[in-house]
Structure formats: structure tokens, C-alpha cells
């Protein structure tokens, strides 16, 4: 009788889930204040079903906000932003149990064993005990975690900690998953791990939003990116699109500690029709499509050119400085 | 508005985590449960006793008996919700994991709240079978005695959830213990009769919420049920209420950004 009650509390929870056909994310003139800081000022961005995309943007840049909201973490502060269709302002609960949120840090329950953290997890959904125990088991397989599964979370490392975020983030079959930062901190054979699960996912059909500083991760996970720089979106588009516009095909590179080096090549490449940004050690040319220059030493610098790529993008549209 | 019916079911949620947890560490929980009680009825009552003469028949063991099931089922809310809480709020980051889920803050601080309750009603039960088994209780409405530590339970988790709400750190409790749980413990009724009092203090302690909780408790021992119990019973549902009102409030204004 007490099952039953619960499975009908999940259907009653999930109820708002029902339309479908709706956008998994919309925001429109989404503002986000904390007294006097404005950490998102009037983003619009829309989510299409089944896509992974990314929020790049430097530390203080808005992105964490706007996912804090998505996840009903935080109060949107005005503007409209739709989950499923379902405005997270006044359906908070029924929007978070479509959702998968997999944190930055490790917010594990370290009291309790591994597949407990699951377990009790699945049951903050009001998923029953039976349930929760099926759906815990074939998780700790899917992410390998199954011979750890009585151990206590603070035996685990850091890669499979990180495994064990994503399992219980997806232990409500989640339709969305959001992903703040998912591989900081892993050695490489983890974040491989944990894009393939990623990536199987996407398969799946998950829409996936997903906050990272790497940007090998956002050009392999991401169908689509936003930039976001002080809480306003400096650019949209697919990884390709964007290192297409912003950077264009070739960059090329000098570095030297020879400021005077610099100079003379900065020189020489802005005469050749290059757009040029300099930093007291390095000169990046864009703009110069197609032109080849093997490594080579000019002037007393190390120059070579190299394919434009997302970080390009990035630098270029948030500075080079270092801005805390 | 907020210990709605429709509430309790998610609060669950969260009490069943802490069960879980404590079901694990029961053992080491259980010794203590035990021990310290019969530390304080002993040295208290036994050895302070033997020189403490009250205005009737009873012994003072008899006495202290129904004010340590009081005292300890309040440390034991408090404790949890305090230390307890507050580890799992800011240390373990498990508040935060939990409205990451349908749970919302406020489900959060029930299932904290019912939880102290029932950590309430486990002191107060154990204290009160020892009583028992010493042929201390009189009455057969002692049966009462745990529902009743719920409802205390409920009151003094929410007071230590408000303190835990404004928290910087664990040495905040050293404070609420030193300024708050402990002089309602010595001046609450616990260990000497409130006639002690002048008439002035005496009405002010009842204003202490120990007071009328281990009042009732009394008068539950003895069987012999008074308006006070009434009034009692009234003042701790009013009190509970309001600082459980207060503490999803506050505890809402320090995580929800």
C-alpha cells in the first residue's frame, strides 16, 4: 500500500514533465543580481532537445549563475525562463525532478557507503526503495563503480567520484543533465572515461548543458556553445562556426621574452593584412587564412602558425588579461 | 503554511537519510544514550541527594528523574540540530545536494526538524525505562511521555536549526550551549522546585521552554494531570511553531542566493 503511494507521488511529482514537445530550456531577458552585483544582465538563449551545450566564460563571467537557476538552485531575478516549458519560478519541483544536476564539488554523502549515496538519492525523487535499488545496482555497472559499491565514498578517487556524481545525477532518468565544470580536478584517463559516458548519453537523446574551462572538452562535447563575459553572451554558434568567426582558419604564433622581437614580427604580420594581439611574451596573428609557416626562429622568436581553434576563440572575445 | 500535511511525506525524505545513517552507528549512539543519564541520576540524586530534604515524601532522586527525561531529550535535539545539522549543511554540502532534488528548503528543515524530534523521543524514552525499571513512575500516562518529546523534540530542534541558521561556525553552539541549553537545564525545573524561586522569577521561568515541558513531564509521572499540563501542552505548540516558522525563514535566507 506504501509503494503505491509512493509511485503515485512520483507520477503526481513528474506530472508537469508531460509536455514533450516544449524547448528543454528558454531564457529571455534572464537578469540575476546579488544586492548591488549584477551577475547576469538580460541573457536570451535557447536549448534544443537532445543538444550538450556549453556556457564557456572566465570565473565571475554569469555562467554558474544562469546554471543555478536552470537547476532552481537560485531565484531568477527578473526575465522569463522556461524548463521543459514549465517556468522555474513557480514549478521548482516538478522542473527538478526532470533534471540531472551533477555539482562542481563533490557534495557526496561520505557517511554512508557508495551505493547508499545512490539509494537515498533516488529516494529524495520519492522514487520506492525497490526501485531505487534496481536503478542504484545498474548504475555502479554502467560507470564501473560496481565492486566499490558497500565501500565508504572518501576510499574513492578522484575519477571515480566524479563517476559516481554523474550516476547519481542520471538516477532519476533525468530527460535534462547539467554539468558544472565535470572534469576539473581528473587526470586524462578519467576525463576520457567520463566523456565517453557523456557522449553515450547524448546518444541517448539527454539534452545536456554543461560549464567547462577546457576547451578541447567544449569542441568534442558541445553541438552548440554560448561565450559569456560580465553576465551578457558575447557569442553564439557551433564550435566550428564560432573558430570560423571570431578566428578564422589559421593562427600564427610568436613567442619570445624579447619584447623588441615581438614588436618587429607584430610589425611584419600587420603589414601582411593580419589582426594582431600581443601580450608582453607572445604575438597572435588572425586573419591570415591558409598561410603556412613552419616552426622557425625570426628575429630572436619561436614563430609558427597552427589551425585556429575554440581557445582562440575564447582569448579573443574575453581578453587576455587576467581579470578576478 | 509551511508544517502542512502535504510537507511531512518530503520532510520523510530527508529523516530517512539520518535514520539510515544513525541505524549504522547506532551502537556507538546507544552506550551514551544510557551511561550519562544514569551518571547525572546517580551523582545528582544518590550522592547530592542523601543532603537534599524536599517538602513531601519523595526522594529526590524521584524528583530529578522526570526533569533528566526532559533535560536529555532536549541535548538531544539540540545536539543534532546544531552539530549534527550543521555539519551536514556546510561541511558535507548535503543541504545542497538535497534541493538539487524535488526537495526544497524547506523540506530540508522538516525532515531536520522531525528528525531532532525523534532523536528527542529516543533519550526520552530510554531515561524514562530506566525510571521505570527503578520503580520511579507512577502512572500509566507516562505512556504520553514520548509523543510528548516529538512535540518537544520539534520545538528545541527548531530553536538549535535557527542558531545553526546564523552559524560562521561550530564554536557558535559553545555559546547557545553555554548561554542558552545549559542555564535552562539548571534553572528550568530540572533539579530543584520552581517554589524555590521569589514570585518574580518564578513566573519568569516559565517562560523557559524547558519549564512547562518538564512540568508535564511531572505531571505524567505522577498521574496527576492539572491545568498546567493544558497550558503547558498550549505554550510548546505556539513556541514550536513559531521558531520552526523562524527557522526555515532564516535558513532560507542564508543558502537560497
Given at each position: 500500500?506504501a ?12 506530472d508537469?514533465?508531460?509536455?514533450t514537445n516544449?524547448?528543454?530550456v ?5 537578469i540575476?543580481?546579488?544586492?548591488e ?14 543538444e ?16 543555478r537557476?536552470i537547476?532552481?538552485a ?5 526575465g522569463?525562463?522556461?524548463?521543459n516549458?514549465?517556468p ?5 519541483r ?10 562542481q ?5 561520505d ?6 549515496n ?8 520519492g522514487i ?9 545496482r545498474?548504475?555502479?555497472e554502467l560507470f ?17 567520484k566524479?563517476r559516481l556524481?554523474?550516476a547519481r ?8 543533465i547539467?554539468?558544472?565544470e565535470?572534469?576539473?580536478?581528473l587526470d ?7 566523456w ?5 548519453l547524448?546518444?541517448?537523446?539527454v539534452?545536456?548543458?554543461?560549464t567547462?574551462?577546457?576547451?578541447d572538452e567544449a569542441?568534442?562535447?558541445?553541438d ?8 551578457r553572451i ?7 562556426e ?5 578566428a ?18 607584430a ?5 601582411a593584412g ?5 601580450t608582453?611574451d607572445?604575438?597572435h ?9 613552419t616552426e622557425s626562429?625570426?628575429?630572436g622568436?619561436q614563430i ?21 | 503554511m ?6 511531512v511525506?518530503?520532510?520523510f ?7 539510515t545513517?544513525f541505524?549504522?552507528f ?8 544510557f551511561?550519562?543519564p ?10 547530592l541527594g542523601?543532603?537534599?530534604s ?6 529526590y532522586?524521584q524528583?530529578?528523574g522526570?526533569?533528566?527525561?526532559g533535560?536529555?531529550s ?19 554540502g548535503?543541504y ?5 532534488t ?19 523521543v529516543f ?7 530506566v525510571?521505570?525499571?527503578?520503580g520511579?513512575?507512577d502512572s ?10 516529538f512535540?518537544?523534540?520539534i520545538?528545541?530542534?527548531?530553536m538549535?536549526?535557527?542558531?545553526t541558521a ?6 557558535t553552539?559553545?555559546y ?8 535552562m537545564?539548571?534553572?528550568?525545573g530540572v533539579?530543584?522546585?520552581l517554589?524555590r ?5 518564578r513566573?519568569?521561568a ?8 518538564v512540568?508535564v ?6 498521574g496527576?494531570l ?8 498550549l505554550?510548546?505548540?505556539v513556541?514550536g511553531a ?9 535558513m ?6
Amino acid at each position: 500500500m506504501a509503494q503505491v503511494g509512493i509511485t503515485s507521488q512520483v507520477a503526481a511529482e513528474q506530472d508537469g514533465a508531460g509536455a514533450t514537445n516544449a524547448k528543454p530550456v528558454v531564457a529571455q531577458n534572464l537578469i540575476k543580481e546579488f544586492g548591488e552585483l549584477v551577475a547576469v544582465r538580460g541573457i536570451d538563449f535557447e536549448v534544443r532537445p537532445g543538444e550538450c551545450f556549453g556556457f564557456l566564460g572566465p570565473n565571475g563571467a554569469g555562467k554558474t549563475s544562469t546554471m543555478r537557476m536552470i537547476t532552481c538552485a537560485s531565484p531568477v531575478t527578473s526575465g522569463s525562463l522556461l524548463v521543459n516549458g514549465m517556468p522555474v519560478q513557480t514549478q521548482a519541483r516538478a522542473v527538478k525532478s526532470i533534471i540531472g544536476v551533477v555539482p562542481q564539488g563533490d557534495n557526496l554523502d561520505d557517511e554512508i557507503t557508495v551505493i547508499d549515496n545512490l539509494r537515498l538519492y533516488a529516494g529524495y525523487f520519492g522514487i520506492g526503495r525497490a526501485e531505487a535499488n534496481t536503478r542504484a545496482r545498474s548504475a555502479l555497472e554502467l560507470f564501473q563503480l560496481a565492486d566499490r559499491a558497500n565501500s565508504k565514498v572518501d576510499e574513492l578517487s578522484g575519477g571515480m567520484k566524479r563517476r559516481l556524481l554523474i550516476a547519481r545525477g542520471l538516477i532519476n532518468e533525468p530527460s535534462i543533465i547539467v554539468l558544472d565544470e565535470p572534469t576539473t580536478g581528473l587526470d586524462p584517463q578519467a576525463r576520457h572515461l567520463v566523456w565517453r559516458t557523456l557522449r553515450r548519453l547524448k546518444d541517448q537523446g539527454v539534452t545536456m548543458l554543461l560549464t567547462t574551462h577546457y576547451m578541447d572538452e567544449a569542441a568534442t562535447l558541445c553541438d552548440r556553445l554560448i561565450v559569456m563575459h560580465e553576465g551578457r553572451i558575447l557569442a553564439e554558434g557551433t564550435p566550428l562556426e564560432l573558430i570560423r568567426r571570431i578566428a578564422g582558419e589559421t593562427v600564427i604564433e610568436a613567442h619570445s621574452l624579447d619584447v623588441a622581437a615581438l614588436d618587429r614580427i607584430a610589425e611584419h604580420l600587420r603589414d601582411a593584412g593580419a589582426e594582431i594581439e600581443q601580450t608582453p611574451d607572445t604575438v597572435h596573428a588572425f586573419g591570415l587564412n591558409g598561410t603556412d609557416v613552419t616552426e622557425s626562429n625570426v628575429h630572436g622568436a619561436q614563430i609558427y602558425s597552427r589551425p585556429a581553434n575554440l581557445e582562440d576563440v575564447f582569448l579573443r572575445l574575453t581578453g587576455r588579461g587576467l581579470e578576478e | 503554511m509551511l508544517l502542512t500535511p502535504e510537507r511531512v511525506p518530503f520532510g520523510f525524505r530527508v529523516w530517512r537519510r539520518n535514520w539510515t545513517v544513525f541505524k549504522k552507528f547506532a551502537m556507538a549512539e546507544v552506550g551514551p544514550l544510557f551511561v550519562e543519564p544514569l551518571v547525572v541520576l546517580g551523582a545528582m540524586g544518590i550522592g547530592l541527594g542523601a543532603y537534599v530534604s524536599l517538602s513531601g515524601d519523595e526522594s529526590y532522586v524521584q524528583f530529578i528523574g522526570p526533569g533528566i527525561v526532559g533535560g536529555y531529550s532536549l541535548f538531544a535535539a539540540f545536539f543534532e540540530c546544531t552539530y549534527g545539522s550543521y555539519t551536514r549543511m556546510a561541511i558535507r554540502g548535503l543541504y545542497e545536494a538535497m534541493i538539487a532534488t524535488p526537495l526544497s528548503i524547506e523540506d530540508v528543515i522538516t525532515g531536520e526538524v522531525l528528525w531532532g524530534a525523534t532523536r528527542s523521543v529516543f533519550s526520552a524514552t530510554v531515561i524514562l525505562f530506566v525510571l521505570t525499571v527503578m520503580g520511579f513512575v507512577d502512572s500509566p500516562l507516562a505512556i504520553l511521555i514520548p509523543p510528548l518529546a516529538f512535540l518537544g523534540g520539534i520545538l528545541f530542534s527548531s530553536m538549535a536549526l535557527l542558531v545553526t541558521a546564523h552559524a560562521p561556525s561550530f564554536w557558535t553552539f559553545n555559546y547557545a550551549i553555554t548561554l542558552g541549553v545549559m542555564p535552562m537545564y539548571f534553572f528550568g525545573g530540572v533539579f530543584f522546585p520552581l517554589e524555590r524561586y521569589p514570585d518574580v522569577v518564578r513566573e519568569l521561568a516559565w517562560i523557559i521552554p524547558l519549564t512547562p515541558y518538564v512540568a508535564v513531564i511531572r505531571e505524567l509521572v505522577a498521574g496527576s494531570l492539572s491545568m498546567t499540563t493544558v497550558w503547558g501542552l498550549l505554550y510548546l505548540v505556539v513556541l514550536g511553531a513559531a521558531f520552526y516558522y523562524l527557522a526555515v525563514a532564516r535558513m532560507k535566507a542564508r543558502l537560497i542566493r
